[in-house]
């Protein structure tokens, strides 16, 4: 992660780590953490939290986002990950389209198992996404 020291990344994968644990995954018996770190070095955790009615499922990077702006954060300088897979899991497509709302960072993808990791960005995992920009490209245009 460009920009963030060592003693941070460590703790943001300690925490993420922590969330996995602390996840919610009794129909899927996959768990997932994540740690966000905000603009001003706050670090928001979020695991996966599961519904018997599958649909009320909530991924532990939204979980972490919607947790951080309820505590008013908007700009994020990374995420990181976790899982118990033995290779990293990348968000699914919901979360990336989550992530990419508010900006490109880095996402680090940790595997508890393994220790592999996956450094990617928002970006990356989205090319091309439907962000703020696009309402705003789109009124500029005249069509709002």
Known sequence: MAGINEETKKNLV???LIAMERAYFPY???PVGAALLTEDGSIITGGNVENASYGGTICAERS???RAIAEGHRKFKGIVVATNSLKPASPCGICRQFLFEFGDFPVILISGKSDEVTTTSVKDLLPG???PQSLADFAAEGNV
């Open 28 to 30: 899927s018996k996959f």
């Open 129 to 131: 996404g439907f962000g």
């Open 64 to 66: 972490a986002i919607v």
């Open 14 to 16: 300690a925490a993420a």
